[in-house]
């Protein structure tokens, strides 16, 4: 096998690299196969003629295919990804985020009216509670939030 001339930390790297690729054809082939959803603070739009969107897809199908037999060649073996730690770190992201944007810290982009604030903060405060919740949820036993938070259980 190729792996064999490369150093542990080299295979890492260029597994890291190509890993990045896959994960970027696989969200493109999604994009370009299923219809476009509305999100409530974003409209996604894919402008393509239908034959342009299949030659894509065609192109992004045999890239993958290439790309399984160069990784097959290298002998560079696949790890477990589990969703849930995906989905942990995602919410534990929002979470910081919300926690970023309470009406004490908007007010350093300019006044900020009380009222608004009183509005703001009780909402953002429960989006990121549940933000939290969500993570704590499909992590095992919470430990990749405690991580993130530096919470204490």
Request: net charge negative; with cysteine.
């Amino acid at each position: 096998m190729d792996s064999d001339c490369l150093t542990p930390a080299q295979q890492r790297a260029l597994r890291a690299s190509l890993l990045s690729f896959e994960k970027a054809l696989r969200s493109a082939l999604e994009h370009l196969s299923q219809p476009v959803q509305p999100g409530i603070l974003y409209r996604r739009s894919l402008r393509l003629e239908e034959t342009e969107r299949r030659a894509l897809q065609e192109q992004i199908q045999q890239t993958l295919h290439d790309l399984e037999t160069f990784v097959g060649r290298l002998g560079l073996e696949a790890v477990d990804e589990p969703l849930e730690r995906t989905i942990a770190a995602e919410m534990s992201l929002c979470w910081e985020s919300l926690q970023e944007s309470t009406s004490s810290r908007l007010r350093a982009y300019g006044e900020l009216p009380p009222a608004l604030a009183r509005r703001l903060d009780p909402a953002l405060e429960e989006f990121a509670r549940s933000a939290l919740e969500i993570a704590r949820r499909v992590s095992s036993n919470g430990r990749i939030v405690r991580e993130i938070t530096n919470e204490e259980v």
